[in-house]
């Protein structure tokens, strides 16, 4: 009986390709360079669209308008906040080159009057992974992150945000004990987190979600002591390599919160102990 359950959830495990954070992200070419998507409202915190899936959006349309599959580095600057609804995203080409080619987009939704305003805007260069090669020399260590089984879930409590918080149905999250001091009101005031990720419905990582991956994790604001949305104003992502199937660690960190912003520095490392995406961006802290 236990066999067949686990043959039964493994059948309805979600793939890269066919999965909600597929169908949320696509987008729709309507002429050359000029794609339409669809914001959705499952991919919301505390009423805000979340700023991962908007570059991963992007990311999307970026890979198909560009010759090279795979995002490298991305930089992106939130303009105005995105709601749920229709968008517009429009890219241009750069610079393409034989192992990397770099281009641009923005998103676009509409104001009350029917005209368009300017959500995010991204550059970006784009190769291809598999085509790097496996030398490493680095320093860098995974994250001191207790068991899975030993971390913490939205459904370990009551849900400590105000606010819709509909991403994290969408995600699957247990957090390092040490760093959910905020959770209960007793915040360790060192501006850390870390944690266990995946996708809820079991699809794996790959480059394109590793954009949100590293925008996913409750910010760093909480542990030091302030609540409220946290809006990213820039944000750039470094894919470093494919990630293996398997849950995620994530690890981010804040050392400087000074005239209301702050820095957020993530580590993705993945199932076999690589560091396969590194991000930093400066956000706007809550108000206390």
């Known amino acids: 009986m236990a066999q067949a359950a686990a043959q039964t959830a493994q059948a ?61 580095s991305v930089s992106a600057h939130y303009l105005t906040a995105s709601v749920p609804g229709p968008a517009v995203i429009r890219t241009q080409t750069v610079r393409t080159g034989r192992t990397l080619s770099t281009g641009q987009a923005s998103l676009f939704q509409y104001a009350e009057d029917g005209t368009e305003v300017e959500r995010i805007r991204v550059i970006a260069t784009y190769g291809d992974l598999d085509a790097l090669s496996d030398e490493v020399r680095t320093s860098a260590k995974p994250p001191a992150i207790p068991p899975l089984e030993h971390c913490l879930g939205p459904g370990d409590g009551p849900a400590p945000i105000p606010g819709s ?71 750039t992502t470094h894919i470093r390599c494919r990630p293996a199937p398997g849950p995620l660690r994530v690890s981010i960190t804040t050392r400087n919160l000074a005239g209301g912003f702050l820095e957020e520095d993530a580590d993705v490392w993945d199932s076999a102990d690589r560091l396969v995406a590194q991000s930093r961006q400066l956000a706007r802290a809550p108000r206390a």
Do not use: C
């Not at 909600?20 to 992200?25: A, K």
């Not at 501006?191 to 419905?201: I, Q, S, T, V």
């Open 12 to 72: 309805a495990q979600a793939t890269i390709g066919n999965s909600e954070f597929d169908r949320d992200t696509a987008v729709t070419l309507r002429g050359e360079g000029v794609y339409d998507a669809e914001l959705s409202a499952g991919w919301t915190i505390i009423q805000a669209v979340n700023g991962g899936y908007l570059l991963a959006m992007l990311g999307r349309a970026l890979g198909e308008a560009l010759p090279h599959p795979d995002p490298f």
């Open 165 to 235: 918080s509909a991403i994290t149905e969408r995600l699957d999250i247990k957090l390092d004990p040490a760093t959910i001091g905020w959770a209960v009101g007793a915040p360790s005031g060192k501006g850390e987190m870390r944690g266990w990720f995946g996708l809820a419905d079991g699809r794996d990582a790959d480059p394109l979600s590793l954009l949100l991956t590293v925008d996913a994790l409750p910010p760093t604001s909480f542990e030091l002591g302030l609540k409220g949305w946290t809006p990213t104003i820039e944000l």
